[in-house]
T-cell receptor, first 113, second 110 residues
Framework: DSGVTQTPKHLITATGQRVTLRCSPR?????VYWYQQSLDQGLQFLIQ???????AKGNILERFSAQQFPDLHSELNLSSLELGDSALYFC????????????FGEGSRLTVL | QKEVEQDPGPLSVPEGAIVSLNCTYS??????FMWYRQYSRKGPELLMY????GNKEDGRFTAQVDKSSKYISLFIRDSQPSDSATYLC??????????FGAGTTVTVRA
């Protein structure tokens, strides 16, 4: 158990809908990272937050947004969903700002029908 | 061209065989090198971490880095069915940007 908690584990929704994925980092970790993993794209970095502030941005679509709250949990919002957004979404956390050892949650599997 | 290229696999080996996994990279700014292991339906977990050229051993696992050739490898000796997983190389640049390889799925047959 990595100590990173993600909910929900599975989510099925329709095109055009909006969903929110939630992540609680390991106790003491200040950084939260979001990754998308699909079969053809591998593990793609979306965004990082450190202590409530956006720290780094990757290949995150404009339809996607995230935030980190004062209690350090994070949410990833996906809107106007398309079939191609179906993927595993991982949250990871680390102690510092840099990309040191990342501790990953078990992921949220999103299926868009 | 991707910054990190990983041999796609998949690999299927008999129990006890040596597994060899490889990644190449194009940017000499990569300074830290890691291997993550991902079991089916789980998140990746850090297996090994190194920052210098040469070999680093941890039990049955050896990570090898050749910065001059921009080539990293992971060797698994005496492979076990429990080693069946997807292995991802992960490289960190000196500006802290992390890039993952696409992953290689390994199956160790009993």
């Amino acid at each position: 158990d990595s100590g990173v908690t993600q909910t929900p584990k599975h989510l099925i929704t329709a095109t055009g809908q909006r969903v929110t994925l939630r992540c609680s980092p390991r106790s003491g970790d200040l950084s939260v990272y979001w990754y998308q993993q699909s079969l053809d794209q591998g593990l793609q970095f979306l965004i990082q937050y450190y202590n409530g502030e956006e720290r780094a941005k990757g290949n995150i679509l404009e339809r996607f947004s995230a935030q980190q709250f004062p209690d350090l949990h994070s949410e990833l919002n996906l809107s106007s969903l398309e079939l191609g957004d179906s993927a595993l979404y991982f949250c990871a956390s680390s102690v510092g700002q840099g990309f040191g050892e990342l501790f990953f949650g078990e992921g949220s599997r999103l299926t868009v029908l | 061209q991707k910054e990190v290229e990983q041999d796609p696999g998949p690999l299927s080996v008999p129990e006890g065989a040596i597994v060899s996994l490889n990644c190449t990279y194009s940017n000499s700014a990569f300074q830290y090198f890691m291997w993550y292991r991902q079991y089916s339906r789980k998140g990746p977990e850090l297996l090994m971490y190194t920052y210098s050229s040469g070999n680093k051993e941890d039990g049955r696992f050896t990570a090898q880095v050749d910065k001059s050739s921009k080539y990293i490898s992971l060797f698994i000796r005496d492979s076990q069915p429990s080693d069946s997983a997807t292995y991802l190389c992960a490289l960190i640049r000196n500006d802290y940007k992390l890039s993952f390889g696409a992953g290689t799925t390994v199956t160790v047959r009993a």
